[in-house]
């Protein structure tokens, strides 16, 4: 704008599915700054200089086409005829991305016991759908432990491959002895994805066993963009084992003596029973 010189111009910035974050430059003006409608006054060089920063937040959840509207108005200025406008639009194409949402189990695995679920209910989110290509990552394990997905009577797993419904969704490969990914093809679906991840389980056979497995999982679409990593705690607990201890007592009855045992059971050091046994 030749005409503006020194003087003050305004842009307004407006989007209809996310925000919009200007940094100032100079003294330049900002308003609304982090919502959908964003308007910058200063100068020529001021307002260029903080449109080159302009920054935009798609809303949660959206996935698709959001068009960005520039409105400038010279307000009038030194030029002839008032005030002049000039509107620009541009297409911002926003890939949202999976999000899994209650990703926050705390399995406790018994030593020697059956498998336990990481998490039994889970919600996907991901607008396009799009899991071709995508996986899902689970490591952290041990010597020892092993990550599987259970099989039920829609969900099935054979050794390299799931099938849900009667489809192959994906593929299974385990590698570092136990860490898991599970590759997503075309046919899978967010709730097929929910369904592979409420299904995971552990299970270990080291001895000795830790304490606790730090488990990460992460998943990953088919257009290459993360949720995660996540983090679950498994507590991993010892079999109880039971121990009998006893000592032997006298009691006299009239001209008979009896003698019995006082027998202790005993549970990791406490003493859960003391009986006598004759």
Not at 80 to 88: K, L, N, Q, R, S
Not at 217 to 231: C, K, N, Q, T, V
Request: charged share 20%; hydrophobic share 35%; glycine share 12%.
């Amino acid at each position: 704008d030749p005409d503006a010189g020194s003087n003050v111009i305004t842009t307004t910035l407006s989007v209809e599915s996310g925000s919009l974050f200007a940094r100032t430059a100079g003294s330049a003006d900002i308003t609304a700054n982090g919502s959908g409608r964003v308007t910058i006054a200063g100068t020529l060089s001021e307002v260029n200089a903080a449109l080159a920063q302009v920054t935009y937040r798609p809303d949660a959840h959206f996935s698709g086409v959001d068009t960005l509207i520039v409105l400038t108005n010279d307000n009038g200025n030194t030029g002839i005829g008032g005030a002049f406008t000039d509107v620009d639009s541009v297409t911002l194409v926003v890939n949202g991305g999976p999000e899994v949402l209650d990703l926050d189990g705390a399995p406790i695995f018994l030593q020697s016991g059956s498998p336990v679920l990481i998490d039994g209910d889970v919600t996907i989110l991901d607008s396009e759908q799009n899991w071709e290509g995508g996986a899902l990552t689970v490591t952290g394990t041990l010597q020892g432990d092993r990550i599987d997905v259970r099989g039920n009577g829609l969900l099935r797993v054979s050794r390299d491959e799931i099938t849900l419904n009667g489809t192959v969704i994906a593929t299974i490969l385990v590698e570092n002895h136990s860490d898991l990914t599970i590759t997503f093809n075309e046919a899978a679906t967010n709730s097929d994805v929910e369904a592979v991840i409420e299904n995971l389980e552990f299970s270990s056979f080291a001895n000795p066993l830790s304490p606790e497995r730090e488990l990460t999982l992460e998943l990953r679409d088919g257009g290459g963009i993360s949720a995660g990593p996540f983090s679950i705690t498994v507590r991993v607990v010892e079999t109880p084992t039971i121990g009998f201890t006893s000592s032997q007592y006298f009691e006299s009855e009239g001209d008979a003596t009896r003698i019995g045992d006082i027998v202790t059971l005993r549970r990791s050091g406490t003493t859960l029973v003391a009986s006598s046994v004759e």
